[in-house]
């Protein structure tokens, strides 16, 4: 039989595989793998959503006026130069399409989010992992691994799954010094549960610089990660070209809807921040009294570290935890195959996975001095 043959390099791909959602003979469980919001959705997105939906048999605004102009005058933002997609997955999908290519590259962190090489090689262009520095972007490497073929830099502000942040004068610097011809991708899809003071979303980059794009989701402060919404920030021209590859109705018009209410509602999105504050920083305090290291984070989600070793090791406790109706997110394919990633949960969540995680370690201690 002949086949059709697809394009070089798209066999190479490495499908992205979300986090698990269920636990073979458990129906009770405990998400706690994708970073999904705690407090899910406001009320009154649900409320918007439900209202569009009967209209479904009405095609979607093409262009998002009403979604641009609310996100515009939340951010204090030109809504011409905004751009919507199915989350922001397709929106750096489409950068990567329209500004790399055979022969060309794109440089992302060696923790980086793992779109950014699959959005890269879907493009036929080659992907290069920039090494980190203590689970940070590392601004001086990022810069010498630029070369010729260098077309774009996808950076995550803060990144996942390591939690970490840059400041705003610190990637000022990196777009300062980067060539001018080199589109510096800024995902922000955390940027709502950061605190620090010298931290910035990195509009005013998009603002002082043609060749910044910022990109942001209603996937995880908003609760909508099932209604695939994302945006971009950009420069004109390079709005005029995400316009122009994006499908004509890229967005659906319940998503739509949900969005411009969910903008609305700062009053929900200010308590999802206060929740997170306090159960991630409890969180980290309450798992790091169990002897493991669990670095601070700046996002909805903590890393946690495990020693090496057969029933002591991140696989042995995702197990254990599985097996206690908990999931967690396993890292190996981000580069870190001793970590687990655990998404900020409601109180009774987070409390019970600190049960669980206690049993774990007291388990292991227990083989441990066994063995002796």
Known sequence: MILPVPRPGILDIAPYVGGESSVPGLNRIVKLASNESALGPSPKALDAFREAASSLHRYPDGGCTALRRALGGRFCLDPARIVCGAGSDELLGLLARAYAGPGEETLYTEHG?????????????????????????????????????????????????????????????????????????????????????????SFELVDAFSSVVVTRTFSKIYGLGAARLGWAYCSEEVADVLNRLRMPFNVGAPTQAAGVAALGDRGFVEEAQRHNRRWRSWSREAIGALGLEVPESHGNFLLVRFPEGPGHDAAAADSWLKSRGYIARRVASYGLPDRLRVTIGLEAEMRGFVDALAEFMARRRGIAEGGR
């Open 113 to 201: 989010f793992l779109i950014y090489p699959i959005a890269t090689r879907a493009a036929g262009a080659t992907p290069v992992a920039v090494p980190e520095r203590d689970l940070r972007a590392d601004v001086d490497a990022l810069l010498a691994a630029v070369n010729p073929a260098t077309r774009i830099v996808f950076l995550a502000n803060p990144n996942n799954p390591t939690g970490t942040y840059l400041s705003a004068d610190e990637m000022r610097r990196l777009r300062e010094e980067l060539p001018a011809g080199v589109l510096l991708v800024i995902d922000a899809a955390y940027a709502e549960y950061v605190d620090a003071d010298d931290y910035s979303a």
